[in-house]
């Protein structure tokens, strides 16, 4: 009797592991075949050359940029992830990464001091198309003249006419970047001759804006020639106090978007076979907080690629983020000119890799056969990953 009592909680504990173990076994059996399908969904696009996979390449928390031999490594990278766009930091901070005559006439500086006498920009061209890889110029920076430094940079201290100013006459300053006025039609001009200027003297494949190309501040707006122009328009009456005024918003956002038209009509003109690629912040916080109304811009047709910076940290916000993108404002007939980006490193920040691809799976779920990555660095961390997806 003793020996039946101790025998039937033996048998039902054995009975129990074994069926724990199935389950644990079965478990796993369904996490590897998911990271096989997903391994599966982003090679897919390898059947689909005229999807974007690339990343961007940056001159901050990155010495990609500053050599000959890390861009050519910047390069091999690329290619052994499978990738075919480099989306290379071309403008910011007041300066080129490239010896430019419009900057040495406007500031007396043609180049970022950190790489003078040679040609980033040219190098990494050469490099990249060796090995079949667009290089997409990026005025990162726009309209934005300087990063944390309150007189604005070279720039507007020797043009303070052209500076955004704030309700209270100080230089737009938001999260630490200090802003021209976009709506003024000699800084637009500006920026125009430095997207020509890589146009006419580069072999790029294209150029891109961002969040702040073309984009100002909410805030902004306050300045004497933006106020003078809105007054004119409204019968003498001064701008909305509150920067967050609808009508206030629409009215700066419409003479971006006319921007953006004109910067589309004058790239044709000068290679009707570059690409047009604009990275924008996600809608309508684009608009409501930098003026930008970028739906408009790929429903006029002004752009060729449209990456909003789908930059969330887990799959749930970026599901939801994603749909809105996908159901509310691209249509289904632009949809191909869609890629997102996505986050995958800032500061101490990276991504984990299920998380990365629970994003590429999301992607393809939408029918988008491709993605930019934030960053470079992002990708060097995680290369055995990035190689398996290649591959």
Known sequence: MFRIVYLFPEFILYSTMKRQSFILFTMLILFFSCQDKTVHLAEKTEDKPNATRGYWLTNVDSKAMFSPDSLKKAVDVCAESGMNSI???TWNNGMTMYPSKVMEELTGQSIDPRVSGWDPLDTLIRYAHDKGIRVIGWFEFGFASAY???TGGPILQKHPGWAALDRDGRIATKNNFQWMNALHPEVQDLLLSLVLEVIRNY???GIQGDDRLPAMPTLAGYDPYTTSMYRAEHNGIDPPDDPKDEDWIRWRADILNAFMERLHQK????DPGITISMAPSIFPWSLEEYLQD???WVQNGWVDEIIPQVYRYDIGKYRAALHEIVEHQVSPENRHILFPGM???VGDYLADTNFI???IVENRRHGLDGEVFFFYEGIVRQMPYFQKLAR
């Open 87 to 89: 989306y290379a930091v």
């Open 148 to 150: 944390a430094d309150p």
């Open 203 to 205: 072999d790029i494949d």
């Open 267 to 270: 790239v044709r003109e000068a």
């Open 294 to 296: 970028w739906p408009a």
């Open 343 to 345: 986050l995958i490193k």
């Open 357 to 359: 691809s629970q994003m």
